[in-house]
C-alpha cells in the first residue's frame, strides 16, 4: 500500500512531537538543542494543522508553549497558551487538556512575573482534576501543577 502524504505528514507530526519530547527531557542542552526543540515543536504542529484534528491542534500549541516556558521566553509561551486554551474552549476538549491548557497559561505567566495570573491559571487548573478520568494522568497533571 503506497503512503499518502497525509500519511507522511500524520507521520512527521509525531516524529516531531516525540524529538521535541526528547529535547525537553535532554539534560545539558545546548543553544542548538534549544533551538532544534522550537523548530520540533512548530514543526509538530503545522503538520498537525495539515492533517489532524482539535485536539492535535491545541496539544500542538500545548507543547509550544511548554518549550518557550522552558526557554524562558513569556510573550511567546503566553501567546501560544492562549491558542492552546481558546481551542480546548471552543471545542469544547476537556480531560487532562483543559487542564493542561491553564497549566500552560500559568506557566508562561510565571515566566513574565504575574504571580496573580499565575495563581489564577494554577486555581483554575487544579479545579479541573476531578474531571480527568484516568488516575494515572490525573496524578501526573497534578504532579505538574505542583511544580508551578
Not at 1 to 24: G, P, S, V
Not at 101 to 121: C, F, I, P, Q, R
Request: glycine share 4%; with cysteine; charged share 30%.
Amino acid at each position: 500500500m503506497d503512503k499518502t502524504i497525509q500519511d507522511f505528514q500524520k507521520e512527521e507530526a509525531i516524529k516531531c512531537f516525540n524529538e521535541c519530547w526528547n529535547l525537553i527531557d535532554k539534560e545539558n542542552r545546548t543553544p542548538e538543542d534549544d533551538l532544534m526543540m522550537i523548530h520540533c515543536a512548530h514543526a509538530s504542529r503545522y503538520l498537525w494543522g495539515q492533517v489532524g484534528q482539535p485536539i492535535h491542534f491545541e496539544r500542538g500549541e500545548w507543547q509550544i508553549s511548554k518549550v518557550y516556558s522552558i526557554l524562558g521566553k513569556g510573550d511567546q509561551a503566553l501567546y501560544h497558551a492562549n491558542a492552546c486554551l481558546t481551542i480546548c474552549i471552543d471545542q469544547e476538549i476537556k480531560d487532562f487538556d483543559i487542564t493542561f491548557a491553564y497549566e500552560a497559561m500559568a506557566n508562561a505567566y510565571k515566566v513574565l512575573g504575574n504571580t496573580e495570573m499565575v495563581d489564577h491559571y494554577k486555581e483554575k487548573a487544579y479545579n479541573c482534576l476531578d474531571d480527568i478520568k484516568d488516575k494515572g494522568d490525573r496524578d501526573y497533571a497534578k504532579s505538574e501543577l505542583d511544580k508551578i
